[in-house]
C-alpha cells in the first residue's frame, strides 16, 4: 500500500491528510515513510529492549549471558576436549569475538524471518510501513551487540594486563563497517526469508538448520588458518567469515584482514539487502491475504 502525507481532495469539499493507496512498481520501496515513522521504530525498539526483560529475575543481564555461556561452552569443548587452534589468541577471547559476531548476524536473520506471521494481527488492524519492524528488531540488536562488545572489551583488557598473547591495533577502527555488513547482510536474508515464509511456512524450519549449517562454515571455532589452502578460497565466498577475521584481527591480532573477501562481503550485503527490500515491499501487499 502506498501512503500519502499531503493533502488531498476527493471532489465533494472533502480534504484528507492522508491517502491510502494500491502499490504497484516494483521499487516503489517508501523509505521516506520510514523517517515519518521513526517514533514508531523508537516504540518497537524499546519494547525489544525493555518489555522483552520484565518479569525475568536478570533482566537486561540475559542480552550478555547467552554469549558468555557459549563462549565457555566453546572454550571447554573445543579448546580444551577438541584442541583446535586459535592462532595463539586466548581461548576465551577467540571464541567470545566469534560468537558475538556470529550471534548479531544470527538474530538479525531470525529475528526479522517470521515478521509476518508474528505481527499479523497487528498488521490487518493498523497501517505503518511493515519494515518498521524489521528494522526496529536491527536497531535493538544492534544496540545488544554493543553491549555485548563492552563486556568483550573489558575481558580484553584483562587479559592484556596479564600479559596474554593479545594485540590490538588499529584495525578495529573497521568495526562499524563489520556491523554495516552483518547488520544489512542479516536485514536482506531476514526479509527475503519473511516474504517467503509468508507463503510457504516450512522455510522457517529448514531457516532454523541452515542458520546452524552457516554457522560452522563460518569461522566461529576455528581460526581461517586452520582451513587447508585448497579450501580458503570457498571459506572465504561465506561473506561473514572475513567480518570474523577482521573483528578478531583488530581486537586480539591474530589471522589477517582478506581485504578482497571483505570488500566482495560488503558489495554482497549491500546486493542483499536491496533485494530483500524489494522482495519485502512486493510481498506485503498480500502477505495477510496470505497468512
Not at 543481564?61 to 573445543?78: C, E, N, R
Not at 548479531?104 to 499479523?120: D, E, K, L, P, R
Amino acid at each position: 500500500m502506498k501512503h500519502i502525507s499531503a493533502p488531498v481532495s476527493d471532489g465533494q469539499n472533502q480534504t484528507w491528510t492522508q491517502v491510502i493507496r494500491p502499490k504497484r512498481a516494483w521499487f516503489d520501496l517508501r523509505l521516506a515513510e520510514l523517517w515519518r515513522y521513526r517514533y514508531l521504530v523508537r516504540m518497537f525498539v524499546r519494547r525489544d529492549l525493555v518489555a522483552g526483560h520484565k518479569q525475568t529475575i536478570l533482566g537486561p543481564a540475559w542480552i550478555i549471558i547467552p554469549p558468555l555461556i557459549t563462549s565457555v561452552v566453546f572454550t571447554v569443548i573445543f579448546g580444551n576436549i577438541a584442541n583446535l587452534s586459535t592462532d595463539g589468541a586466548p581461548q576465551l577471547l577467540f571464541y567470545m569475538g566469534g560468537v558475538m559476531m556470529w550471534g548479531f548476524f544470527n538474530a538479525c536473520v531470525v529475528g526479522n524471518a517470521n515478521t509476518f506471521m508474528s505481527q499479523a494481527g497487528m498488521f490487518s488492524k493498523v497501517y505503518f510501513p511493515r519494515m518498521v519492524v524489521p528494522l526496529a528488531n536491527v536497531v535493538s540488536t544492534t544496540i545488544s551487540s554493543c553491549i555485548q562488545l563492552i563486556i568483550f572489551t573489558g575481558f580484553l583488557l584483562y587479559y592484556v594486563q596479564g600479559n596474554a598473547n593479545v594485540r590490538p591495533n588499529v584495525a578495529v577502527l573497521l568495526l562499524p563497517v563489520l556491523f554495516f555488513i552483518s547488520a544489512a547482510l542479516g536485514l536482506g536474508v531476514g526479509t527475503l526469508a519473511s516474504a517467503i515464509t509468508a507463503k510457504y511456512r516450512d522455510l522457517s524450519f529448514l531457516l532454523t538448520y541452515g542458520m546452524q549449517l552457516w554457522m560452522f562454515a563460518t569461522t566461529v571455532i576455528y581460526p581461517l588458518s586452520s582451513v587447508p589452502e585448497k579450501y580458503r578460497s570457498l571459506a572465504l565466498l561465506n561473506p561473514l567469515t572475513p567480518v570474523v577475521e577482521t573483528f578478531r584481527y583488530g581486537f586480539l591480532g591474530t589471522g589477517e584482514i582478506p581485504i578482497g573477501a571483505l570488500v566482495a562481503a560488503l558489495i554482497l550485503a549491500i546486493f542483499a539487502l536491496f533485494v530483500g527490500l524489494v522482495v519485502f515491499s512486493r510481498i506485503e501487499q498480500t502477505a495477510m491475504d496470505t497468512i
